[in-house]
């Protein structure tokens, strides 16, 4: 079992151009579309979050019903869903504003326990920066690999949901003791600041930066650079190819046994290169369709 921690919530996705253009909604948040993709793979996973009463909410759980993911340790609460408003660009990369104040995700508690057999645990996005919500994931995380448990941090960032990013960038620094597996986009890593052999020191077994369609390059704890090409596609935009790679690196580390962080460095120049090229190939298929639609496991090869 994988379980995902973090945020579900709408997108609302504009139709044409300008401020007034109608906005589509649409199922999103980077923990929610990351545990959608890791249904649609095949693998067991679980979502860990606090969802909202209203329609919207309904319609998130539903999906993740259809998807295959287990729901058991989804908390509920009256308060709305947060609405996130995309806007894109030319070459399809979004951008969003939030709407969060008193919203249902941001009031998670830590959970008494996590579903059995719980081999890997996912977080990130907005759900660790808005509190009280992020200080209760961050207790998870922490918890979570004292007791041994794979972790996989993606920070994700919102610029626009950090009021001081010099406390963020701090908070993000303390979290790597507990983190096994960082992957990040080139865009988070500069705004972070620092380097993948900086973070590395500071504990992950592995760190994987993402370059969008110029693809992606692993940097491992005993030295080791790996890098894969970007899968050439017709980018319909970008929204949920970051969580997409989240989620097929669990999916592909889980399949070749490798959720401990002494298995990443064993996976060697060709066990990362099969992995990584996987990660690529899932979000190349992903950015080929409007909207967070990772593939399914027939899709792409593992």
């Not at 860990?48 to 019903?65: K, N």
């Not at 009021?163 to 972070?192: G, H, N, T």
């Not at 580390?253 to 090229?277: H, M």
Request: charged residues 20%; glycine residues 12%; hydrophobic residues 45%.
């Amino acid at each position: 079992m994988i379980v995902v921690a973090g945020e579900a919530l709408i997108d609302l996705v504009p139709q044409g151009t300008g401020a007034l253009a109608a906005l589509r909604p649409a199922l999103g948040g980077g923990p929610y579309n990351t545990a959608v993709a890791l249904g649609r793979l095949g693998s067991p996973v679980a979502f860990c979050s606090r969802v909202s009463y209203d329609g919207f909410g309904e319609a998130l759980l539903d999906r993740l019903r259809e998807t295959g993911v287990d729901v058991s340790p989804v908390q509920r609460g009256a308060e709305p869903t947060t609405l996130a408003v995309a806007s894109l660009d030319a070459d399809g990369s979004a951008a969003y504003s939030f709407y969060v104040e008193g919203t249902a995700d941001r009031m998670f508690a830590l959970p008494a326990a996590l579903p059995s057999g719980t081999r890997a645990v996912s977080f990130g996005t907005c759900s660790l920066v808005l509190e009280p919500g992020a200080s209760a994931y961050e207790e998870l995380l922490r918890e979570t690999a004292a007791r041994g448990v794979f972790t996989a941090l993606d920070p994700n960032i919102r610029a626009g949901l950090i009021p001081d990013p010099d406390a963020y960038r701090a908070r993000f620094k303390s979290w790597l003791p507990s983190v096994s597996l960082l992957k990040l986009s080139a865009e988070d890593a500069e705004w972070l600041g620092g380097t993948p052999r900086e973070w590395l020191a500071a504990g992950p077994a592995a760190v994987v930066v993402t370059r969008g369609g110029d693809g992606l390059t692993a940097f491992t704890r005993d030295g080791g650079e790996y890098t894969v090409p970007g899968e050439r596609v017709e980018v319909a935009d970008t929204i949920g190819a970051g969580d997409t790679v989240n989620a097929a690196l669990l999916h592909g580390l889980a399949a070749r046994g490798a959720l401990r962080d002494a298995d990443l460095a064993a996976l060697g120049p060709d066990g990362w290169a099969g992995l990584l090229g996987f990660a690529a190939r899932a979000a190349a298929v992903t950015c080929s369709r409007a909207g967070a639609e990772p593939p399914y496991a027939h899709e792409v090869a593992v």
